[in-house]
């Protein structure tokens, strides 16, 4: 079964920006359809797609998760990302392709559970996409990173230093990882922010993604 999920289309006559933003555990594509409606304001040229993840959440059956943060065995959460990335996969490809658009004109924002699967899925084509940009997100599996990665992405972790859910020190080893791989990382930590969306954090986003795109549309 393919992913639903909610789309704003670009409001330009023209589109050349793809941009997914993934929700994160327990949550849907409703919590953060805020953020595309802002940023559109800003990239009229990007068409934003939202999808739920595939699976009804375990500790709220009116949310969804990319996989089950209550399980105890750590290959079954594997074996459920990597069918969540599959169909995510499917999607994006497919979104590409009505868009005629490339990988370099796509870019992923995810928040906690949403960060760990953008990475996931950025790392493991074999073409560089845009960006990441990571809300209160890490690394998921650093093993299954490293069977899967083909290709490094500029990324940017976006942390408040009170989240309770996702430490900071878990997004710091993150970033340590990525430059010891020598990706483009980079990383802002904002004060007394739990785990959530500041709007200074909305701002610093847009101006990643921005950058981000510029760099590589001149680049290829």
């Given at each position: 079964m393919?992913?639903?999920y909610l789309e704003l289309k670009n409001t330009s006559n023209r589109c050349n920006k793809l941009?997914?933003?993934l929700h994160g555990y327990g949550a849907d594509s409703n919590d953060l359809q805020s953020i595309a409606t802002y940023w559109q304001r800003f990239l009229p040229e990007?068409?934003?797609?939202?999808?739920n993840?595939?699976?009804i959440c375990q500790i709220n059956p009116k949310g969804f998760e990319w996989f089950d943060l209550m399980q105890t065995d750590n290959e079954k959460i594997?074996?459920?990302?990597?069918?969540?990335?599959?169909k995510l996969e499917?999607?994006?490809n497919e979104k590409l392709e009505i868009l005629n658009l490339k990988f370099k004109n796509l870019f992923l924002v995810g928040f906690s559970q949403g960060t760990m699967v953008s990475i996931q899925y950025a790392i493991s084509q074999s073409k560089e996409i845009a960006g990441v940009v990571g809300y209160s997100g890490k690394i998921f599996d650093y093993e299954l990173f490293e069977k899967n990665f083909k290709s490094k992405v500029k990324i940017k972790f976006l942390h408040g230093n009170k989240d309770e859910i996702v430490s900071a020190e878990e997004m710091y080893k993150s970033v340590d990882f990525l430059k010891s791989k020598k990706f483009h990382v980079d990383y802002k930590v904002y004060e007394n922010l739990g785990h959530n969306i500041s709007p200074q954090g909305l701002s610093d986003g847009l101006k990643?993604?921005?950058?981000?795109?510029?760099?590589s549309l001149t680049c290829l």
């Open positions: 393919s992913l639903k941009i997914f933003i990007a068409y934003f797609c939202l999808p993840a595939p699976n594997i074996e459920e990302s990597l069918i969540s990335l599959k499917n999607l994006i990643f993604i921005k950058k981000s795109f510029d760099i």
